[in-house]
């Protein structure tokens, strides 16, 4: 069975540090390019990171450029996100989700989510 | 960035009515366009991709058209289960983009 699953989050206080992984199966994790989406509360989704398939190619959401840091193991089959200096307004649900087979493309596989609540 | 307007954001109808949940963008993104649905507490899961294609295992009342700047996406006869919020996305340029979404409850 294709699988995400997400783990690490919880709660930090403001100007705290996080990290998330997002464990792959069933399916050739170092082929697909993945993603990094959040949902803040009764709120619509976010992109936040992306990186390619051999990490050749990095992207972040404005809002997170210099605090957040993706990255990925393939030989874990894993996909982090380090979270740096977090600010209130990074709280959310943070998915982890995979873009589809044909690259640059919609996201077609998604993890359960993993909360974090960034509050004093 | 690619900016998205989807519309309306909240629709009520009842089990067996057409409905349809429009997207508009900034710029044309071709056909590079996706739609997820979203029940309460569960992650989001891909219906459509490439405007129009249905992902393997989405039932055939859910449908996609549009190209360019303006988007549709219709569910032939709403099902009981199909209660969810609905999400456009652009995958044409970075970064990504998500439209608002549109909750669909029940009259």
């Known amino acids: 069975e294709v699988q995400l699953v997400e783990s690490g989050g919880g709660l930090v206080k403001p100007g705290g540090s996080l990290r998330l992984s997002c464990a792959a199966s069933?399916?050739?994790?170092?082929?697909?390019?993945m993603n990094w989406v959040r949902q803040a509360p009764g709120k619509g989704l976010e992109w936040v990171s992306s990186?390619?398939?051999?990490?050749?190619?990095?992207y972040y959401a404005d809002s997170v450029k210099g605090r957040f840091t993706i990255s990925r193991d393939n030989a874990k089959n894993s996909l982090y996100l380090q979270m740096n200096s977090l600010r209130a307004e990074d709280t959310a649900v943070y998915y982890c989700?995979?873009?589809?087979?044909?690259?640059?493309?919609?996201?077609?596989?998604w993890g359960q989510g993993t909360m974090v609540t960034v509050s004093s | 960035a690619i900016w998205m307007t989807q519309s309306p954001s909240l629709l009520s109808a009842s089990t067996g009515d057409r409905v349809t949940i429009s997207c508009r963008m900034s710029?044309?993104?071709?056909?590079?366009l996706a739609w997820y649905q979203q029940k309460p507490g569960k992650a989001p899961e891909l219906l459509i991709y490439?405007?129009?294609t249905l992902q393997s295992g989405v039932p055939s009342r859910f449908s996609g058209s549009g190209s360019g700047t303006d988007f549709t996406l219709t569910i032939s006869c709403l099902q009981s289960e199909d209660f969810a919020t609905y999400y456009c996305?652009?995958?044409?340029?970075?970064?990504?983009?998500f439209g608002g979404g549109t909750k669909v409850e029940i009259k």
């Open positions: 989700a995979r873009d589809g087979p044909r690259g640059g493309d919609a996201f077609d596989i």
């Open positions: 069933g399916f050739t994790f170092s082929s697909y390019s």
């Open positions: 990186i390619s398939s051999s990490s050749s190619y990095i």
């Open positions: 710029q044309g993104i071709s056909s590079y």
């Open positions: 490439a405007a129009s």
């Open positions: 996305q652009q995958y044409y340029s970075f970064p990504p983009t």
